[in-house]
Nanobody
């Protein structure tokens, strides 16, 4: 059974940091890319970042470049999203998702490129 479980969300003041974790199981981790998306109330789900753990290729949305860092621990089938200099506009439910590497690396920002999704973790940034 494929599972993606996010953790690490919470409430933080603007300028603070959080680290999200995504625990993956039930599929060949090295053959997949893992992405982070977020969805704020009333808005569409948007891509934040993704990583192809087998070769280290990463993608970042312009809105988070220089502030967020994605990484993976292949031995543990874990992906992390370190979020620094958080802003109120980063407030959203954050989801991790997995898609086959060869598909995701060509269109990392499209939700349709991903096959599996976690349940999400809430991130709230207060001003």
């Amino acid at each position: 059974e494929v599972q993606l479980v996010e953790s690490g969300g919470g409430l933080v003041q603007a300028g603070g940091s959080l680290r999200l974790s995504c625990a993956a199981s039930g599929f060949a981790f090295d053959d997949y890319a893992i992405g982070w998306f977020r969805q704020a109330p009333g808005k569409e789900r948007e891509a934040v970042s993704c990583i192809s753990s087998s070769d280290g290729i990463t993608y970042y949305a312009d809105s988070v470049k220089g502030r967020f860092t994605i990484s993976s621990d292949n031995a543990k089938n874990m992906v992390y999203l370190q979020m620094n200099s958080l802003k109120p506009e980063d407030t959203a439910v954050y989801y991790c998702a997995a898609g086959t590497r060869v598909v995701v690396i060509t269109m990392p920002s499209l939700p349709s490129a991903y096959d599996y999704w976690g349940q999400g973790t809430q991130v709230t940034v207060s001003s």
